[in-house]
Structures are given as C-alpha cells and as structure tokens.
C-alpha cells in the first residue's frame, strides 16, 4: 500500500508533479489545495480572504486535513498539498518538497491563473505567512523545516517537465528499492 506525500512553496510545481507520481503509480491523487478551494467556493470567498478566515477557523484545516490523514492511513495514494508530507508522514513511504525562488513561482502563478506578477507575488506572500502561523498554532508543525523529506528539489530553473522526471524516477527508484520490485508502471 504505497503512500506518496508531496508538499511544497505555491508555484513550485508540486500540483503537476503529483499528477504525474500518481499516474505512474496508478494510484488517486487527493490535493488538499483542492479541497481548500471548493470549500472556498462553497462559503463564497476568495482564495485569500478564505485563507485569513480559516486562521480564525481551525474547523476549516482540520476538516481538510483529517481527509488527508484518512486517505494516507487507507494507503494507495499520492497526497498534495502545502501540509500533506507533515500530516501523512507517519504512513507515507516517501515525502517530497517542491521549492522554487519567490519571484520565478509569481511568474508561474501569474502565467496559470493569468493575473499579473505583483498580484501574485503578493498571495504568494501572504499565503505563505498565513499558513506558516496557523500550521505553527494548530499543530507546532514548523513548514520552514525540510527535514522530514526524503526529496527537497529546487524547480527554480527547471521546466516542469525536468521536474516531473526528477520526482518521478527518484520516486520510482526509492519505492523500488524499498519493496524489491518495481512500483512505477504507465512510464510513456
């Protein structure tokens, strides 16, 4: 029962990525980003100011991160998200994080979501800082620190297609080497 957790700075890739490892994997992806965002949806806010209400709303967090923990502890899956590798690393098999520098994921984020740079550069921002505190406050899990990963990659000059490889063959070679046979299948 293979679980996968793959955490990471918004705009570092982390969301393509899973995509990707749970394909190969053959396995469901659950994106707790997604989660946040149709529950955004469902209260009728805005991706921040949704944000800045869950910090005085632990329900928020703690509903989408039980989904989190219960998918891990159920096994088969590859778990995204800003949080995921913190909650699931008691059951994950291998924990990745996706890192790229501040201005090069605004562009990104600008480019998908298609605003502009400083808009972006500002959620990116503020996001971060909110989840930062709460995760402190709600759980004393720190998000500044790596150490629980297996991987740390910096996609700040690589294509996202260079990090998929990377990602999907470190992560494919290590469940690999952990169980004796091969995991990965659906390699194009």
């Not at 039980?66 to 909650?87: C, D, F, P, Y």
């Amino acid at each position: 029962m293979v679980v996968v957790a793959i955490s990471g700075q918004p705009g570092g890739g982390k969301t393509t990525v899973a995509a990707e490892v749970a394909r190969l994997l053959g396995v469901p992806l659950v994106s707790s980003g997604a989660i946040f965002r149709e529950l955004a949806a469902k209260y009728g806010m805005e991706f921040i100011q949704f944000h800045k209400y869950a910090e005085t709303n632990a329900e928020i967090d703690h509903s989408v991160d039980s989904i989190t923990v219960e998918r891990a502890k159920r096994g088969n899956v590859v778990l995204e998200g800003h949080l995921a590798a913190w909650l699931a690393r008691p059951y994950a098999d291998v924990c990745v994080f996706l890192k790229a520098d501040r201005e090069i994921r605004a562009r990104r984020v600008a480019l998908r979501d298609g605003r502009n740079y400083e808009e972006a550069l500002r959620e990116i921002e503020t996001r971060e800082e909110l989840n930062w505190k709460r995760y402190l406050a709600m759980y004393n899990i720190d998000t500044r620190d790596l150490s629980i990963f297996n991987l740390v990659l910096d996609t700040s000059h690589l294509s996202i297609n260079d990090a998929v490889r990377i990602t999907t063959d470190y992560v494919c070679t290590y469940l690999a080497t952990k169980y004796g046979r091969s995991i990965c299948f659906n390699i194009a």
